[in-house]
Structures are given as structure tokens and as C-alpha cells.
């Protein structure tokens, strides 16, 4: 991955993304009146290594990933920065092998199959590395046209997906994600959002992550309780075609 940029240039404008971030993160936060800040978790997708390396530099712990072949990659690369790696893309069931060489969390997790592969794939991965477990949160469509929707499980379905999860040695249920339907409210879509998380922790108790909120709603996801915020284009600029 090679740079036409300037190095020191780069490094300075990621600074000043992450700052202003941050700043909207702290102002949401406290206008909220939560006492908790969320997790931040930028969005690496697209950008190369050297972005995360600046962006550790820069006191970044988190980054997300989209694509099994280039979060793989990149965290091979990277290894020595000890960042934790979340998962945030539609997952197929065959990459939860790869996916549990480097994931520290999976967001989405939306159908049964997908949820048995990463057990799987665990149990395996810790018999042969001793990895922790893996986080995984459930995802919900909430989209009510099931045609349009950018993956993720019904809300009726998160019952049973949690039950599988919470069950699986290996597997810690970490609570529930969305993604804002394109056209939909933020605030409609983070409000439901909230009411099925809390539905999932009258019977998980444990689960109280929510991963909600990308740059252009995160106030709003804040404002509905989100643990999780997935930051990308507000920090790294506009991601690079891909080829
Ligand atoms: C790309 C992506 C993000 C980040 O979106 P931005 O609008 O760039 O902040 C968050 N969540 C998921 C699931 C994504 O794919």
C-alpha cells in the first residue's frame, strides 16, 4: 500500500478529524446526560495500514473493518499495535475461520448459521492460540421493507439468535447493532433500537452493548444510549474507490 500523500500532512489532517470527533462524542455525551463515554471505533475500511498506524499514534484503540480479505491483512500487518479489531460487514458463515484469527468483536452476527460457524471457529482458535472470546453482537434490520434492508436479523429474531450466542462456549453476547435505514429517521431508528436492546437484557442482563451511530448520526445514536460508535468518513475523509 503505497502513499502519494505526505506523510506528516496525512498525519495531521487524521488529527484533526479525530479530534473534532471526539469533541462532538464529549458535547453529545454530556448534553445526553450520560456519565459513561461511548467506544469509539474508526473505521478503517478502504484506507491503508499506514492510516492505522497514525491513527494508533494518535491514541486510537479501536478499528473496524468490513472486508474479511483486507481486515486480515491489515491486522497482520499491524499486529505489533495490540489495537482490537471489530468486524462490522456482512459476514459469510465459511469466512468465520479467518474472521477469529484477528476479531476482538463481530457486530454482525444476523442469522443462525453465521452464529454456529463462529462458535466453531472459536473453540478451534483457542484450542490453537488461546484467544479470548469473542464479542458478538447481534444485528437488526430496522428497516420495515425487508427487500431494501442492509443486512441484519428481524427484531423477532434477536430472542433466539441470543439464546444460541449466550449459549456457546467461546462466545460472549455483547447486546445488539444497526445500522440508520437510508430515508428512515435516526431518531426513529435508534429509539427502536434502544427498546430491543431492552428487551434482549431483561433475559442477558450482561448485554448491554449497543453499537449504533456512524458519522453522520452520532449524536443522535448517543442520545438513544449507543456503547458503540462506528466512526469512518468524519476521521479518514472520503473512503478511496475500490478497485
Ligand atoms: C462504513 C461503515 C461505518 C462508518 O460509516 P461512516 O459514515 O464512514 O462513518 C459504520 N458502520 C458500518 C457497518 C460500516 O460499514
Redesign the pocket.
Given at each position: 500500500m503505497t502513499e502519494a500523500v505526505d506523510p506528516a500532512a496525512r498525519t495531521a489532517e487524521l488529527e484533526k478529524g479525530l479530534a473534532a470527533v471526539r469533541s462532538r462524542i464529549v458535547s453529545a455525551t454530556t448534553a445526553s446526560g450520560r456519565a459513561d463515554e461511548p467506544t469509539l471505533i474508526v473505521?478503517t475500511?478502504f484506507h491503508p495500514a499506514d492510516d492505522i498506524r497514525r491513527l494508533a499514534r494518535l491514541g486510537v484503540t479501536d478499528v473496524?473493518e468490513?472486508r474479511d480479505q483486507e481486515a486480515s491483512a491489515k491486522s497482520e500487518i499491524l499486529r505489533d499495535l495490540g489495537l482490537n479489531w471489530h468486524f462490522?460487514?456482512q459476514l459469510q458463515s465459511k469466512k468465520a475461520k479467518s474472521v477469529v484469527r484477528y476479531a476482538h468483536a463481530v457486530?454482525?452476527v444476523d442469522r443462525p448459521q453465521l452464529a454456529d460457524g463462529l462458535a466453531r471457529a472459536v473453540a478451534a482458535e483457542q484450542d490453537r492460540s488461546g484467544r479470548a472470546a469473542l464479542e458478538c453482537f447481534i444485528q437488526v434490520s430496522l428497516d420495515d421493507d425487508a427487500g431494501a434492508h442492509r443486512g441484519g436479523a428481524a427484531p423477532s429474531e434477536v430472542g433466539p439468535l441470543a439464546e444460541q450466542l449466550a449459549a456457546a462456549d467461546g462466545l460472549v453476547l455483547a447486546g445488539v447493532m444497526a445500522?440508520a435505514p437510508l430515508g428512515a429517521s435516526p431518531e426513529a431508528s435508534f429509539e427502536k433500537l434502544a427498546s430491543i436492546s431492552e428487551r434482549l437484557t431483561a433475559d442477558h442482563p450482561a448485554a448491554t452493548g449497543i453499537s449504533a451511530g456512524?458519522?453522520?448520526d452520532l449524536e443522535v445514536a448517543i442520545r438513544f444510549g449507543a456503547t458503540h460508535l462506528?466512526?469512518?468518513?468524519?476521521?479518514?475523509g472520503s473512503?478511496p474507490a475500490v478497485g
Open positions: 473505521v475500511k473496524g468490513n462490522v460487514g457486530h454482525s445500522v456512524m458519522s453522520q462506528r466512526i469512518g468518513s468524519d476521521i479518514l473512503r
